[in-house]
């Protein structure tokens, strides 16, 4: 089975990879008793980040006015994207070697709820897994859920792995 788990630069994201790490990849002790070929076949692993479409890059100059930034600008600031995603991507791949788990890394584009239901289509995902940033009801609704979307939209089971509680009750923190 794929698993695609989504990665962005959020506490929320980090604790979502660390649940997947804890409870689908944990090694089993049976595993250690047993010759190699006997092991039992993990899924896959793909680590994926959704980059936003720049749409244009403005800046204020005065009360009620803006200028548009040159083609150049708007490529500048693209590249930059692009680094930081595979920085992230990088990272959140250090995690899985340091848990003995490989991971592939994919960086797709487009707005992210849309980008990840298509990823996990594109990809025959059996599993996406998403934080959830915990938000009400009415916040979810104004602001928007990429959790909440996929739920809905995409063409596998989606875990969505709420954010830890800050009692202290949570098993582990967030890795980074």
């Given amino acids: 089975m794929k698993v695609l788990v989504a990665v962005d630069d959020s506490d929320f994201s980090r604790h979502a990879l660390a649940w997947v790490l804890d409870h689908l990849f944990f090694p089993s002790p049976a595993a250690a008793d047993q010759p190699p070929a006997a092991e039992p076949r993990r899924p896959e692993l793909v680590l994926v980040h959704a980059l936003e479409p720049l749409r244009h890059v ?17 490529e ?7 680094e930081n995603a ?16 490989s991971a592939e890394a994919v960086v797709v584009e487009g ?13 025959g995902a059996g599993l996406l897994v998403v934080g ?22 995409a063409s596998c089971p989606i875990i969505v ?14 890795a980074s």
């Fill in 86 to 101: 595979r920085g992230l991507l990088d990272r959140a791949k250090r995690i899985c070697h340091q848990r003995g788990v």
């Fill in 111 to 123: 707005e992210p709820r849309e980008a990840l239901c298509r990823a996990a289509a594109d990809m």
């Fill in 58 to 74: 403005m800046y204020p100059v005065g009360p009620g006015s803006a200028v548009y930034g040159a083609p150049s600008m708007v």
């Fill in 161 to 174: 792995v709420k954010p830890p509680r800050d009692d202290g009750h949570c098993a582990h923190r967030a």
């Fill in 132 to 153: 959830s940033r915990g938000l009400g009801a009415i916040k979810r609704a104004f602001l928007g859920s990429v959790s909440d979307y996929c739920a809905h939209h």
């Fill in 76 to 82: 500048s600031v693209r590249a930059a994207q692009a």
